[in-house]
């Protein structure tokens, strides 16, 4: 029997089409998708899943969940997507020959392992039966993309005790999967667009006191600022070891942004221990190939601010420049943010820096690193 072209949706059908499709972001499927399809299709709890394949291994994006628990779904992020059936036995087959920008697939659990042999399973028995999950129902979205590797898994789930997802519930994701085809590939797209311009949009921003690395996957340094050069964050083999372990825990927690603070301590040279702030971003090139882009920041808290404050005379006005200074923003953006001409904003931070006996911004933050209560400082270990 050919389910292909076949609707249970009705008069509703319209309106969850158009909300599956407005939907801005992938946070915003959880409840139009997720839930709304789950429960026409009579499923108890639902997941969507963002793999990015890459040397033939799959990490996991985005990912949302419905009535799953937090531990259970984080267990299948951290591990159990490795052995996943529904993942691993089925490239996604082509539903419709209209022409798409993704390939949709609807398919069961059932219909991609032997059941005898699969309850036999460590996955069915350390992931699946404990979850409470019995019957999967898989709406699989392959976006075309440059390198082809990406896939999108909306998983629908029944627990034991109930029976497995009939022609009733295929009809409906059936029905349902050109419109999340489409959706998906679109914020596919708008995505890769964010990813080409990352790059340069942030360095555009950079300051003359911050700092960014450029690496490869193969954490091999394809370009840094000149402030990283200098030294002013502390060497490359200190900054190397901390951003190794930092994408090392990205990899492990399939995470594509991790932001950590490490202490230098460099008295030989500065007399000063420093926090070092690490945001690292795993994105693609034009070119497809993936890189880190790494920025560098020195941390330090309002209470250092309120206490230079008071030590040096700040007025409120200067306080609240610093403020947003340390924050890392340019004067222009300073400027927008206290709604202040930019020429003001050069007279108020002169002041502070007569104030303060500095010259320049990296003084000032390293002023508000040793005016920093030591408790306020983070360690990564």
Same mark, same amino acid.
């Given at each position: 029997?050919?389910?292909?072209?076949?609707?249970?949706?009705?008069?509703?059908?319209?309106?969850?089409?158009?909300?599956?499709?407005?939907?801005?972001?992938?946070?915003?499927?959880?409840?139009?998708?997720?839930?709304?399809?789950?429960?026409?299709?009579?499923?108890?709890?639902?997941?969507?899943?963002?793999?990015?394949?890459?040397?033939? *291994?799959?990490?996991?994006?985005h $990912?949302?969940?419905?009535? #799953?628990?937090?531990?259970?779904?984080? +267990?299948?992020? =951290?591990? !159990?997507?490795?052995?996943?059936?529904?993942?691993?036995?089925?490239?996604?087959?082509?539903?419709?020959?209209?022409?798409?920008?993704?390939?949709?697939?609807?398919?069961r659990?059932?219909?991609?392992?032997?059941?005898?042999?699969?309850?036999?399973?460590?996955?069915?028995?350390?992931?699946?039966k404990?979850?409470?999950?019995?019957?999967?129902?898989?709406?699989?979205? *392959?976006?075309?993309?440059?390198? $082809?590797?990406?896939?999108? #898994?909306?998983?629908?789930?029944?627990? +034991?005790?109930? =029976?497995? !997802?009939?022609?009733?519930?295929?009809?409906?994701?059936?029905?349902?999967?050109?419109?999340?085809?489409?959706?998906?590939?679109?914020?596919?797209?708008?995505?890769?667009?964010?990813?080409?311009?990352?790059?340069?949009?942030?360095?555009?921003?950079?300051?003359?006191?911050?700092?960014?690395?450029?690496?490869?996957?193969?954490l091999?340094?394809?370009?840094?600022?000149e402030?990283?050069?200098?030294?002013?964050y502390?060497?490359?083999?200190?900054?190397?070891?901390?951003i190794?372990?930092?994408?090392?825990?990205?990899a492990?927690?399939?995470?594509?942004?991790?932001?950590?603070?490490?202490?230098?301590?460099?008295?030989?040279?500065?007399?000063?221990n420093?926090?070092?702030?690490?945001?690292?971003?795993?994105?693609?090139?034009?070119?497809?190939?993936?890189?880190?882009?790494?920025?560098?920041?020195?941390?330090?808290?309002?209470?250092?601010?309120?206490?230079?404050?008071?030590?040096?005379?700040?007025?409120?006005?200067?306080?609240?420049?610093?403020?947003?200074?340390?924050?890392?923003?340019?004067?222009?953006?300073?400027?927008?943010?206290?709604?202040?001409?930019?020429?003001?904003?050069?007279?108020?931070?002169r002041?502070?820096?007569?104030?303060a006996?500095?010259?320049?911004?990296?003084?000032?933050?390293?002023?508000?690193?040793?005016?920093?209560?030591?408790?306020?400082?983070?360690?990564?270990?």
């Amino acid at each position: 029997m050919s389910l292909a072209g076949t609707s249970i949706f009705s008069n509703k059908q319209t309106r969850l089409y158009g909300e599956i499709a407005q939907c801005p972001d992938y946070k915003s499927l959880e409840n139009t998708l997720l839930g709304s399809v789950a429960k026409k299709i009579g499923a108890e709890t639902s997941t969507l899943l963002h793999f990015q394949r890459h040397s033939g *291994k799959y990490t996991i994006g985005h $990912n949302l969940a419905q009535g #799953v628990g937090r531990d259970t779904h984080n +267990q299948y992020v =951290r591990k !159990f997507h490795r052995s996943d059936p529904v993942i691993l036995n089925r490239e996604p087959q082509i539903l419709s020959q209209a022409p798409s920008d993704a390939i949709t697939d609807v398919y069961r659990l059932s219909d991609v392992c032997d059941q005898s042999d699969f309850v036999r399973t460590e996955y069915y028995n350390d992931f699946l039966k404990p979850s409470g999950i019995r019957h999967v129902l898989a709406l699989a979205v *392959k976006p075309k993309t440059t390198n $082809n590797d990406l896939l999108v #898994v909306i998983g629908f789930h029944r627990p +034991q005790g109930m =029976r497995d !997802f009939g022609d009733n519930a295929l009809r409906s994701a059936i029905s349902i999967a050109p419109i999340v085809g489409s959706t998906i590939a679109r914020l596919t797209f708008k995505e890769k667009l964010a990813q080409q311009n990352l790059l340069s949009d942030n360095l555009k921003t950079i300051l003359q006191d911050t700092g960014y690395i450029i690496l490869d996957d193969a954490l091999q340094i394809r370009d840094l600022s000149e402030s990283v050069q200098n030294e002013v964050y502390g060497d490359i083999v200190f900054l190397m070891r901390n951003i190794s372990l930092a994408i090392g825990k990205m990899a492990q927690e399939n995470r594509t942004q991790i932001n950590i603070n490490s202490l230098r301590t460099d008295i030989d040279r500065t007399a000063l221990n420093e926090n070092i702030n690490f945001d690292i971003v795993s994105t693609f090139s034009n070119s497809g190939k993936k890189h880190f882009l790494v920025k560098l920041g020195f941390v330090h808290t309002n209470v250092a601010i309120a206490k230079c404050a008071q030590e040096f005379g700040w007025t409120l006005r200067e306080s609240e420049i610093v403020i947003t200074l340390s924050q890392g923003l340019t004067n222009a953006q300073i400027s927008q943010t206290l709604m202040i001409s930019i020429r003001t904003v050069e007279n108020h931070l002169r002041s502070v820096y007569s104030k303060a006996g500095v010259t320049s911004r990296s003084q000032l933050l390293r002023q508000l690193l040793k005016s920093t209560p030591a408790h306020h400082f983070q360690h990564f270990t």
